[in-house]
């Protein structure tokens, strides 16, 4: 299922859809002579609603957590990832805007930590009980997964956040990290 909604989304976004275009900051004094924008592709955190908590659902049945721990870890997921799609949004022309795009992208980065607060704190605990296979297996998993996810707000920050990589090269490394 992650992998077919993933095609879909980058399948729309090959083709044109799932895309916006969003004011980014021009730092000049005759700023407000000129609008430079960004190609957005918010398939891919439409993409991510869905696979994500996947994902951390499977990391969650793994580990043997509750049911509300399960259920808090989809919930700070999919928190995380509107957040970051708002950051994303946000038109930064004006030092206003850019200090509203880091806000909600703080607020984001706060979820994606609570995310692996829950899996770390009570994972590696509900883990203990279950066999060496098992241990090893969640420990693996949910230490990489954090690795890999922790790319995606500096890809983010590059990108959407900045300016300094092209939108090209920001859909390709979200396109490997993805993979």
């Known amino acids: 299922m992650v992998l077919t909604m993933a095609m879909v989304s980058y399948l729309a976004m090959a083709t044109g859809l799932g895309k916006a275009w969003i004011p980014m900051p021009y730092h000049h004094d005759d700023a407000s002579n000129f609008r430079f924008y960004r190609e957005l592709f918010y398939a891919r955190s439409i993409d991510w609603l869905f696979t994500t908590p996947l994902l951390l659902l499977s990391l969650c049945f793994i580990a043997g957590l509750s ?21 994303s949004f946000v038109g930064a022309r004006w030092s206003d805007g850019e200090r509203a795009k880091w806000a909600w992208y703080a607020v984001s980065c706060a979820g994606f930590l609570y995310i692996f607060w829950i899996l770390f704190r009570g994972g590696f605990k509900a883990v203990a009980d279950k066999p060496k296979k098992t241990r090893g297996l969640f420990v693996l998993l949910s230490t990489m997964t954090f690795a890999l996810w922790c790319a995606y707000p500096i890809v983010f920050a590059l990108g959407e956040g900045t300016n300094k990589i092209s939108a090209d090269a920001e859909i390709i490394a979200y396109g490997i990290l993805d993979v």
């Open 67 to 87: 049911p509300y721990e399960t259920l808090l870890a989809i919930l700070a997921d999919v928190f995380m990832i509107v957040t970051g799609l708002m950051s």
